[in-house]
């Protein structure tokens, strides 16, 4: 075990990750146009963070339209950005385990007001943050300036703590007022994500899964999973994307994996059909008098 390093260099790699996300995410969302590639995008925005000297601490999420989440370029993805698609680019990297999650949505139609919707829900939580506030009350802002403009906040995603190499600790942010839960303390880290939708405001399990994750070690006998496991190990637990990974028995090494316990799956996460999501995410830290955003 290496000895874990000072608050102070901890506090350098939030903020440096978080500079690099938010420069890679402009970048990247720039690139986004009708007749564009998918697998174009996400392969050139992950290269960056790469070449900008940080780890992906996920794949590049890129969620189209009624999708709200955990969708990515398949390795021989042949989508392309069309009229009238709503994209949301959610970009997570790490300097030394210390993540900055971050998105953004791209409106190549006329959803311009929903739009406006989760970032200016994010704008508002991010207003309130400081010690002694309530998860209940950030997610209260997000709700009001949501539902304000006629949209529904998702229900059923939330923001979320962020640790070293861990991108989901407690406490969850939710997208909708309660009352309670955690109260925020100074130094706590986390990301808070507000997705505003024209649907249902849930979103449920697609039958698409890209993303991957190991959750647990054991010994595993079948050549393709052990070699899926071979280059999965280094991710120290983080997610990963079907492209990173070998293809010969791909499938099947997968489902025995999962069937196993060793591996998790992310299914993509969609509200009803012909419905759009637009969702908008930043990273702070809490300070003694409100935080900082490390990925402005
Ligand atoms: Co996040």
């Given at each position: 075990m290496s000895t874990p390093p000072h608050d102070d260099e901890v506090f350098d790699c939030y903020t440096e990750a978080g500079?690099?996300?938010a420069r890679v995410l402009r970048r990247?969302?720039?690139?986004?146009r009708p007749g564009v590639s998918l697998l174009e995008v996400?392969?050139?925005?992950?290269?960056m963070a790469i070449d900008a000297g940080a780890g992906l601490a996920f794949p590049l999420n890129l969620s189209l339209n009624e999708d709200a989440a955990h969708d990515t370029a398949s390795i021989r993805d042949e989508r392309l950005f069309a009229e009238g698609d709503v994209a949301k680019l959610d970009l997570g990297v790490h300097l030394e385990g210390y993540i900055a999650d971050t998105a953004i949505t791209v409106d190549l139609g006329d959803h311009a007001l929903l739009v406006e919707a989760s970032a200016r829900a994010l704008e508002a939580a991010i207003a309130l943050v400081r010690p002694g506030v309530s998860i209940g009350e950030l997610g209260g802002a997000i709700q009001r300036e949501i539902e304000s403009r006629g949209f529904r906040p998702i229900a059923n995603l939330t923001g979320h703590g962020l640790a070293r190499y861990a991108i989901h600790t407690p406490p969850n942010i939710p997208n909708l007022s309660f009352q309670g839960g955690a109260v925020l303390e100074e130094g706590m880290v986390f990301a808070i994500e507000p997705f505003a939708s024209t649907g249902s405001g849930r979103v449920s399990d697609m039958p698409?899964?890209?993303i991957f994750q190991q959750v647990s070690i054991k010994p595993v006998r079948l050549p393709a999973a052990r070699r899926i496991l071979g280059v999965v190990r280094e991710r120290r637990g983080m997610p990963f994307a079907r492209r990173w990974i070998p293809e010969e028995r791909q499938d099947f090494a997968l489902s025995t994996l999962i069937q196993q316990g060793l591996v998790r799956a992310y299914p993509v996460l969609a509200d009803v059909?012909?419905?759009?999501?637009?969702?908008?995410?930043?990273?702070?830290?809490?300070?003694?008098e409100g935080c900082i955003v490390t990925t402005a």
């Open positions: 500079k690099i996300a990247g969302a720039g690139m986004i996400v392969e050139s925005v992950e290269q698409r899964v890209e059909p012909g419905s759009i999501v637009s969702q908008h995410e930043h990273t702070l830290i809490v300070t003694d």
